[in-house]
């Protein structure tokens, strides 16, 4: 969407010039502040000293850095913004910065007295932080007034039109003001629409949503009760992540979730935010940073392992070293999993079939791989680039989600992460070999979505490792 990244793009140009103004005036007082013998030169000769030239070029991109990982500029952190939230995310990131600049270039003045050097700190600390907070607010509290005066908004399409939801759009029309979300359509996917419009909102009767999202410019989507039941709604939301869309529902499907809800606003028509699982956009970025170093790690370091894989497994019995499969990942964007290839050649010639724990045609070295989970190695590959997670509910085939997702209409909501190599349902329980198991597995995934942190997947880590030592994979 062009506005949400204008805006990303705004926050970050922001950011840049505030802090390299704050650092010069952080300079500028710093001269005033040190003895005269320490200085021994003018203010303009001090300011174009090599140290501080070299500073004035090299901070404010690395606070950047700081305010990236923070998830100022993530897409879903973009917009509706806290100013409460601004200004403790920029106090926060600005007292980080001001630690690692003071150690790292400033500690090692001489000053004689240790009361300088605190006034040093606090002196950077309000330098850094002054600047980019009064800039902050004052670009969120311009979003507040463009979305009241109706100035900026979301196309937004409503998935239900019967007249028992007339009230509930009413509501999310009237919040338009406070949310931004324009309501510009509704689809009756059950047929128990009465006229071509609700409310005076324009009625469409399809069963392409993407196509109708593409011709309207959709922008964001509210999915509300449907004739179908939770089972119905399960299905809807299912293909909607693949629309890679804000998406929301009402509180009354709240019993959808297993998750805890994100609400958008407690002033207005509550919706419950299920784009994304409820982590904070700081965790989301350090996960991402730790999966891509490990990832990056294991494939250099485990080479040699690999490699030796991949010629018993050429060895063992006839085909290609890898296996690849299409596999359903993060807002259901599908994807080729790579691992070792542990069955026979065409061992699925007949649909999909899910290995059980003697299956005939899992060869030799498959056996032993799969126990120590020695096939799942080149999925550090999938997680380099984005499409896997180190830790995240396992991925599967279309074929089998949509079989889930009629015993369980929740399993929509694990689409909300990156599918991961290993996963509290893993750790728990181990690989499934049919409906029932898998179904069994999911419930422990679900808890991983309501808990997810890194905490918990340093926990999951730890016990996947455990795992492999002893041999308990099946």
Same mark, same amino acid.
């Given at each position: 969407?062009?506005?949400?990244?204008?805006? #990303?793009?705004?926050?970050?140009?922001?950011?840049?010039?505030?802090?390299?103004?704050?650092?010069?005036?952080?300079?500028?007082?710093?001269?005033?502040?040190?003895?005269?013998?320490?200085?021994?030169?003018? /203010?303009?000769?001090?300011?174009?000293?090599?140290?501080?030239?070299?500073?004035?070029?090299?901070?404010?991109?690395?606070?950047?850095?700081?305010?990236?990982?923070?998830?100022?500029?993530?897409?879903s952190n973009t917009l509706y913004k806290s100013r409460l939230d601004e200004v403790l995310n920029t106090f926060i990131v600005s007292f980080i910065g001001m630690l690692g600049i003071f150690f790292a270039a400033l500690v090692n003045d001489n000053i004689p007295e240790r009361v300088t050097n605190y006034e040093l700190m606090l002196m950077l600390l309000g330098c850094l932080f002054i600047p980019t907070a009064v800039a902050r607010l004052v670009i969120v509290t311009r979003n507040a007034a463009r979305i009241r005066r109706g100035a900026y908004s979301m196309k937004t399409l409503v998935i239900g039109a019967a007249p028992s939801l007339?009230?509930?759009?009413?509501?999310?029309?009237?919040?338009?003001?406070?949310?931004? /979300?324009?309501?510009?359509?509704?689809?009756?996917?059950?047929?128990?629409?009465?006229?071509?419009?609700?409310?005076?909102?324009?009625?469409?009767?399809?069963?392409?949503?993407?196509?109708?999202?593409?011709?309207? +410019?959709?922008?964001?989507?509210?999915?509300?009760?449907?004739?179908? +039941?939770?089972?119905?709604? +399960?299905?809807?939301?299912?293909?909607?992540?693949?629309?890679?869309?804000?998406?929301?529902?009402?509180?009354?499907?709240?019993?959808?979730?297993?998750?805890?809800?994100?609400?958008?606003?407690?002033?207005?028509?509550?919706?419950?935010?299920?784009?994304?699982?409820?982590?904070?956009?700081?965790?989301?970025?350090?996960?991402?940073?730790?999966?891509?170093?490990?990832?990056?790690?294991?494939?250099?370091?485990?080479?040699?392992?690999?490699?030796?894989?991949?010629?018993?497994?050429?060895?063992?019995?006839?085909?290609?070293?890898?296996?690849?499969?299409?596999?359903?990942?993060?807002?259901?964007?599908?994807?080729?999993?790579?691992?070792?290839?542990?069955?026979?050649?065409?061992?699925?010639?007949?649909?999909?079939?899910?290995?059980?724990?003697?299956?005939?045609?899992?060869? #030799?070295?498959?056996?032993?791989?799969?126990?120590? #989970?020695?096939?799942?190695?080149?999925?550090?590959?999938?997680?380099?680039?984005?499409?896997?997670?180190?830790?995240?509910? #396992?991925?599967?085939?279309?074929?089998?989600?949509?079989?889930?997702?009629?015993?369980?209409?929740?399993?929509?909501?694990?689409?909300?992460?990156?599918? +991961?190599?290993?996963?509290?349902?893993?750790?728990?329980?181990?690989?499934?070999?049919?409906?029932?198991?898998?179904?069994?597995?999911?419930?422990?995934?679900?808890?991983?979505?309501?808990?997810?942190?890194?905490?918990?997947?340093?926990?999951?880590?730890?016990?996947?490792?455990?795992?492999?030592?002893?041999?308990?994979?099946?």
């Amino acid at each position: 969407m062009k506005q949400i990244t204008y805006q #990303r793009i705004k926050y970050a140009v922001s950011d840049l010039v505030t802090v390299a103004v704050g650092w010069f005036c952080f300079n500028v007082l710093r001269f005033f502040t040190l003895p005269p013998d320490l200085v021994q030169t003018s /203010l303009s000769g001090f300011l174009l000293s090599r140290p501080l030239v070299l500073g004035q070029l090299v901070v404010p991109p690395c606070m950047l850095v700081l305010y990236a990982i923070s998830g100022s500029y993530n897409r879903s952190n973009t917009l509706y913004k806290s100013r409460l939230d601004e200004v403790l995310n920029t106090f926060i990131v600005s007292f980080i910065g001001m630690l690692g600049i003071f150690f790292a270039a400033l500690v090692n003045d001489n000053i004689p007295e240790r009361v300088t050097n605190y006034e040093l700190m606090l002196m950077l600390l309000g330098c850094l932080f002054i600047p980019t907070a009064v800039a902050r607010l004052v670009i969120v509290t311009r979003n507040a007034a463009r979305i009241r005066r109706g100035a900026y908004s979301m196309k937004t399409l409503v998935i239900g039109a019967a007249p028992s939801l007339s009230t509930k759009l009413d509501r999310i029309i009237s919040s338009r003001i406070n949310t931004g /979300l324009h309501v510009v359509g509704c689809v009756d996917i059950d047929g128990t629409a009465e006229g071509d419009t609700l409310d005076g909102v324009p009625v469409y009767r399809t069963d392409d949503i993407a196509g109708l999202c593409r011709s309207a +410019g959709i922008q964001a989507i509210i999915v509300m009760p449907q004739e179908g +039941g939770l089972s119905q709604v +399960g299905e809807i939301i299912n293909d909607l992540y693949a629309l890679d869309l804000p998406l929301f529902v009402t509180p009354d499907l709240h019993s959808l979730m297993t998750t805890k809800p994100r609400l958008t606003s407690v002033t207005t028509e509550p919706l419950v935010d299920i784009t994304n699982a409820n982590i904070p956009p700081v965790a989301v970025n350090l996960k991402r940073i730790a999966d891509v170093v490990t990832s990056a790690l294991a494939l250099v370091v485990l080479s040699p392992v690999m490699l030796a894989l991949a010629i018993i497994v050429k060895l063992d019995s006839p085909g290609p070293v890898f296996y690849t499969q299409r596999r359903i990942g993060y807002h259901k964007k599908p994807f080729m999993i790579v691992k070792f290839r542990t069955m026979m050649v065409n061992a699925e010639a007949n649909g999909p079939v899910l290995a059980t724990e003697h299956d005939p045609r899992v060869t #030799r070295s498959g056996h032993v791989m799969r126990k120590y #989970r020695l096939d799942e190695l080149p999925q550090f590959w999938n997680v380099l680039k984005g499409e896997m997670s180190i830790v995240g509910p #396992r991925p599967e085939r279309d074929y089998y989600i949509r079989q889930l997702l009629d015993r369980h209409p929740a399993y929509s909501l694990i689409h909300q992460v990156r599918p +991961g190599i290993t996963s509290w349902g893993v750790v728990k329980f181990g690989y499934a070999s049919n409906i029932d198991e898998m179904m069994e597995r999911l419930y422990y995934d679900m808890l991983y979505l309501e808990n997810v942190s890194l905490a918990v997947d340093l926990k999951i880590i730890f016990h996947t490792v455990n795992t492999v030592i002893r041999g308990r994979g099946k």
